[in-house]
């Protein structure tokens, strides 16, 4: 019962995702290694405006430790934070509407 409610609390708790009043960064798992590792150079909003898929998170972290004195991460923790980028921050869906139809494709007059 007890774990019941527990869970039940926690539930209410990260319904509604939390921000890091320091850095903006949403409060989920990855989150201390994002923003030890990620708001040292430059703040946060330099990259929860970029989103992007795992691939080009990847690409920009590449990026930044060719040309920009990023360190490399182990395995690990470039999977947490990868994982964290692409959880929260994800490719934007450019747009919901569908495509408007061709004449033919609608009802007749
Ligand atoms: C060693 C310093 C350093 C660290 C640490 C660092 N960056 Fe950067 N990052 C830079 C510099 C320098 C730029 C370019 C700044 C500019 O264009 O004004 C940059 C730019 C970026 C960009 C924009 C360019 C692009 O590829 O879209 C993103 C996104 C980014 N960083 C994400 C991250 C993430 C995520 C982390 C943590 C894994 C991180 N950075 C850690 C130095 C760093």
Not at 46 to 54: E, K, P, V
Not at 59 to 71: C, D, H, K, N, V
Not at 88 to 95: A, G, K, L, W
Request: aromatic share 10%; glycine share 6%; with cysteine.
């Amino acid at each position: 019962m007890k774990k019941l409610i527990f869970a039940f609390i926690l539930g209410i708790v990260s319904y509604g995702v939390e921000i890091d009043p320091d850095t903006g960064l949403k409060i989920s798992k990855g989150f201390e290694e994002v923003k030890n590792n990620c708001t040292v150079c430059h703040a946060a909003s330099m990259f929860t405006s970029a989103r992007g898929s795992r691939e080009e998170w990847l690409a920009s972290i590449r990026w930044m430790q060719e040309t920009q004195g990023l360190w490399e991460f182990d395995p690990e923790t470039e999977n947490i934070i990868l994982t964290y980028l692409e959880t929260n921050y994800p490719q934007e869906v450019t747009s919901r509407r569908r495509p408007i139809l061709s004449k033919d494709l609608l009802p007749p007059k």
